[in-house]
């Protein structure tokens, strides 16, 4: 009785009451329910009135709405002294790592879900919430199977209640301490009948269809940063969810889910992202090297990177001998742009012409007028007629004309 006084006297003064530690709250009745549950008009978001713009914010904290009242000088020192000796005498426990626990020993609360489905003419409070906490299961069982309101009139087509009606509701049939302990979403969606595809269930669908593709990717592949629908109903359990994914790269992919009727045919698309971090191991500069240093096996090392932040495809190991076309740093990736042929000729270099044609064989000297790699066909001028040809790279010194 002294409870129940100190309850009301609370209410009356305006005072909300957040939870009330072991307070048992049993014989919750179906009366809202049967007063009429949820108003027609609930179904579309029309309050607005807890809205606020940026502007309105600035102007209510703004003088002279409001004024700053700050310490006096020396009120500092003493509060901070007075909590470094709490720490000290380890009367203010410090938090353990990981989540705070912010329940108690017998405390509870009830999530409701931002998506539900229900399958009978009530929507009973088993069908949006889940209990957090610690709650008798025989208590839960009792509360799950508590009736809300009448269920959407049509099967299979998703209606949608605004926070601040869903707060009335549940506080019409459940009572306001009950209502106290749920928390409650930005929106209710519930449809009556059909299935419901939550975030986990379309994040374990998503890994599983893309891990055989994954599998034949080199390197190591992995998923990460998912974006994706909160949830997606389907209509009835003829219909299904197809996955349509992006082209499977570095970076992000774009995923859509289509929701397909018995026959094929599909009806929406909902898109959602992830993350491909691909691992490689990619040959990487072991010194600084600068612009024509020969590439050779001591100046080269291994690393592991994100395939993502690489510009250009990485050098694969094979041919040569090569030479650095720009400077490298240590570490830096070697890409396939970055190498070019030692055998290669220039423009400008000087090298041997040489003239063959069945056993007759002339050499001269010629000047290169265009860089060519080995197999090339560059333009040469001989040096002795100054007649300009072309002729076939055959190695950093030697053109040949057949």
């Known amino acids: 009785m002294r409870i129940a006084g100190v309850i009301q006297t609370l209410l009356r003064g305006g005072v909300g009451l957040l939870c009330l530690p072991g307070l048992i709250l049993c014989g919750v009745t179906a009366q809202g329910a049967a007063l009429g549950g949820v108003p027609a008009a609930v179904w579309q978001d029309n309050d607005r009135s807890h809205r606020r713009s940026p502007s309105q914010i600035k102007t209510q904290i703004s003088a002279p709405q409001s004024r700053s009242l700050p310490l006096e000088a020396d009120a500092q020192s003493p509060r901070a002294a007075r909590v470094r000796g709490q720490l000290a005498a380890n009367s203010t426990p410090l938090a353990r790592e990981g989540q705070l626990d912010m329940l108690g020993q017998s405390d509870w609360r009830l999530k409701i879900l931002p998506a ?6 009530m929507v009973l409070l088993g069908d949006i919430a889940l209990p957090l906490g610690h709650m008798d299961q025989q208590v839960w069982e009792q509360l799950r ?51 419901i595809f939550r975030e986990d269930d379309l994040r374990a669908y998503v890994v599983k269809s893309l891990t055989p593709l994954l599998a034949a990717m080199p390197g190591e592949a992995e998923l990460t940063d998912f974006r994706l629908p909160e949830y997606i109903f389907l209509a009835h359990s003829r219909q299904k969810i197809q996955l349509e994914a992006g082209k499977l790269t570095p970076g992000r992919v774009v995923l859509r889910f289509a929701v397909q009727e018995a026959d094929g045919t599909v009806l929406r698309r909902v898109a959602g992202t ?3 971090v691909l691992w490689i191991t990619v040959p990487a500069a072991a010194r600084p090297m600068n612009k024509g240093d020969a590439l050779t096996a001591q100046s080269v090392t291994f690393l592991r990177v994100n395939a993502g932040r690489l510009q250009e495809v990485p050098w694969d190991g094979r041919g040569g001998p090569w030479k650095l076309a720009r400077s490298l740093n240590t570490g830096e990736p070697i890409v396939q742009s970055d190498l070019v042929s030692q055998l290669m000729v220039n423009r400008g270099d000087i090298v041997t012409l040489v003239f063959a044609k069945g056993n007759l064989r002339i050499t001269a000297q010629a000047q290169v007028m265009a860089d060519g790699e080995p197999g090339a066909r560059v333009p040469v001028r001989n040096l002795q007629t100054k007649k300009q040809v072309y002729a076939t790279v055959r190695d950093g010194s030697t053109v040949e004309v057949r």
């Open 116 to 121: 539900a489905v229900t399958h009978t003419d």
């Open 145 to 195: 199977a508590q009736p809300l309101w009448a269920s959407p009139p049509d099967e299979g087509k998703p209606s949608q209640i605004n926070r601040s009606r869903l707060s009335q509701a549940l506080w019409q049939a459940l009572g306001k301490d009950m209502a106290g302990r749920c928390i409650l979403p930005s929106s209710l969606t519930i449809q009556r009948g059909g299935l």
């Open 274 to 276: 992830t993350s491909l």
